[in-house]
């Protein structure tokens, strides 16, 4: 009897299952599989939900998908879902009305219970829609304002949402984009872009809350972990009540970034016990929009940096903390970058920031700067550590404020922390080690800047 049972309890898993090759898809790496493995997507949530299963030692090629709810998409392992490199299938945008910065490939809106597991990989054929390959990064296609480079994953306003295990690779855009969802949890990923592929970031959080980051490793040209709040989906609300553990992170721009884009309000961060290393800046918030960020703590992490080329933002920054006023530009997407009918932003105020027990290798000092005096104000450092150490041939002691209105680099000597126009910087356990690092004047440079406190500091 009890044999019979645990048969039927067998069965009844195994019925929920839905192998994409029972739905029609080849799995040769050369057919496009997309209307069988829809198939199976939308078989799979007919049903009331379960898995669809990818076959190990198979690629599946594959045009534009649409997630749906109660689905797991599970990788098995050896198993490939490569993104055709067909740039004429993807019509769908990532942005909505805005189509000046690419296409979506994998997406799903309005969805719940949605899942993607396994050990297989999801792959986004990067190079296939990039240009020449230059010494520090590809050319970039020519585009007006249409951008067909397919995004690998976009959900829009999804709830209960885990991805596992899965090594998601080489996206020609944005990786991982989370608009507007609720209770979100990633667990070890390893998320591996090609590093020379501009705007090819690693995880965004837009306008998303309850999001858990754990485990991970992490490799992008672009920025590895960016939260934000874009302009094309600000029904969705502040980004808030988002935790990152244990992860590790490589980038050519800035491995964890909070802005640029946020029109809105960006809050309750937690970064803890994460290790970034060879990335162009550590640890960034960026603020260049009208929204506000606040009680954001960074702590136990080592971070190396070094410089890369102007093609990458950053001036290898380990920390870095400014609010300035976008700058107006005249690219593909200019529009969307200010409110409805203005031609001129403001940037909004960002307080409230803990760094505490930091590790830092880099080529320059922390920056922190602002417009307006106060606007960036209450920064906590403790228990930082700053070794200054030349490791390129890139010309040093510039601080980049892109994308500002104005001046976008501000040349300078190297200190341990330079600051403009800032308020209630409280430094506590300080160190700096210059060790006769070119262009190194002091350990700190302070302009503006009001009710500044050292209570320790150690030289």
């Known amino acids: 009897m009890q044999l019979l049972f645990a048969l039927a309890v067998g069965m009844a898993a195994n019925a929920q299952d839905f192998v994409v090759t029972e739905y029609g898809a080849k799995g040769d790496g050369k057919t496009d599989d997309a209307p069988a493995i829809q198939r199976a997507i939308d078989a799979c949530n007919a049903a009331g939900g379960g898995n669809v299963v990818f076959p190990a030692g198979k690629t599946f090629l594959s045009g534009p998908l649409h997630m749906r709810s109660h689905v797991n998409i599970e990788m098995l392992p050896n198993s490939i879902l490569l993104a055709n490199p067909d740039e004429g299938i993807y019509h769908e945008s990532a942005f909505g009305a805005n189509e000046g910065e690419g ?150 721009s800035c491995a964890v970034k909070i802005g640029s884009e946020n029109m809105d309000r960006i809050a309750r961060v937690l970064f803890d016990n994460c290790i970034i290393t060879a990335s162009n800046r550590g640890v960034g918030i960026q603020n260049r929009d009208e929204g506000t960020v606040e009680d954001v703590t960074f702590s136990n992490m080592i971070v190396d940096c070094k410089l890369f080329s102007d093609v990458w933002w950053g001036k290898s920054e380990p920390i870095y903390i400014t609010s300035y006023p976008r700058a107006v530009g005249n690219h593909k997407d200019a529009g969307w970058r200010f409110p409805k009918g203005a031609t001129k932003g403001a940037c909004g105020d960002v307080r409230n920031i803990r760094f505490i027990n930091i590790s830092s290798t880099s080529e320059n000092g922390i920056f922190i700067g602002c417009d307006t005096p106060g606007k960036v104000s209450d920064i906590l450092l403790q228990n930082v550590d700053l070794r200054l150490k030349k490791q390129t041939a890139y010309e040093g002691g510039v601080y980049d404020r892109r994308p500002c209105e104005g001046e976008g680099f501000l040349k300078s000597k190297v200190y341990g922390i330079m600051a403009e126009n800032a308020s209630r910087i409280i430094v506590r356990d300080f160190h700096v080690d210059a060790n006769g690092f070119p262009g190194y004047e002091s350990e700190f440079r302070f302009v503006n800047c009001k009710d500044t406190k050292f209570p320790k500091i150690n030289f």
């Open 103 to 252: 296409m979506m490939w994998l997406s799903g809106k309005d969805i719940e219970n949605f899942s993607i597991s396994g050990t297989g990989r999801i792959d986004g054929n990067a190079v296939a829609f990039m240009g020449a390959e230059l010494d520090d990064s590809f050319e970039l296609k020519p585009v007006t304002t249409f951008d067909p480079r397919p995004h690998v994953l976009t959900l829009i306003n999804a709830r209960n949402v885990k991805i596992s295990d899965v090594t998601i690779a080489n996206s020609a855009y944005w990786t991982v984009h989370l608009v507007g969802c609720y209770d979100v949890a990633i667990s070890n990923i390893s998320l591996l872009n090609n590093l020379k592929v501009r705007n090819g970031d690693g995880i965004d959080i837009d306008h998303s809350r309850k999001v858990r980051i754990s485990n991970c490793f992490i490799e992008s040209g672009d920025d590895c972990i960016c939260l934000k709040n874009r302009r094309e989906f600000e029904e969705y609300g502040p980004c808030e009540d988002v935790v990152v553990t244990n992860c590790i992170m490589t980038s050519r």
